[in-house]
């Protein structure tokens, strides 16, 4: 094989490549996402344990349970519930599930996973915690999963939500 003349290198070829130097980013990993069309939030990419794209008939409907719960969802042989995180957070209107597929945000803590159905994602993001400022005037349905928000050069803010404050709610009785 040595011989092969595929596998002989050109001229100058065979020299070690020119590295780039790679910058190491600042601050944490936190996936961003909207709620709504003007609300941006992030969570912590550390617990985080997967994103899912679901059609809004997959979510099996569950009687008698909190209606911020949309119904639960069969992913890899283990069952999430999903969870309307819009309506969770105080917003009037509820999910629109009239479309394709609805995004799932999958966090888990100490064994316990829950399903957070948003609106869009937007991405992954390395965000300096040092630059977290109090949340102004959060609303009261609001507060106790804010850890903070961002201020954006857009004059909008990024708000930083608590996923283990989100699982430990006593919302989720019905």
């Known amino acids: 094989m040595v011989g092969n003349p595929d596998f002989q ?3 100058g070829q065979d020299q070690a490549p020119e590295f780039q130097e790679i910058e190491t980013p600042e601050g944490e990993l936190h996936l961003r996402f909207f709620i709504t069309d003007g609300e ?3 969570l ?8 899912i794209e679901h059609a809004p008939d997959q979510i099996t409907p569950v009687p008698n349970v909190s209606p911020l719960l949309l119904g639960t969802l069969n992913e890899q042989g283990r069952v999430i519930w999903v969870a309307d995180l819009g309506q969770f957070l105080g917003y009037a209107k509820p999910m629109n599930t009239d479309r394709a597929e609805i995004p799932i ?12 159905a948003v609106n869009q994602i937007v991405g992954t993001d ?10 102004v005037d959060p609303s009261d349905a609001m507060a106790p999963f804010l850890k903070g928000e961002w ?24």
């Not at 990419?45 to 997967?50: E, S, V």
């Not at 201020?151 to 019905?174: F, M």
């Open 126 to 135: 390395w965000l300096d915690i040092d630059a977290l400022k109090v949340t």
């Open 40 to 42: 941006e939030f992030a």
């Open 151 to 174: 201020l954006l050069e857009t004059d909008k803010s990024l708000r930083l939500l608590d996923p283990v404050a989100i699982l430990r709610s006593a919302r989720w009785v019905a």
């Open 44 to 51: 912590p990419a550390t617990g985080i344990r997967r994103i």
């Open 9 to 11: 290198t050109i001229s």
């Open 105 to 116: 945000i999958a966090v888990e803590e100490q064994g316990t996973m829950l399903g957070l």
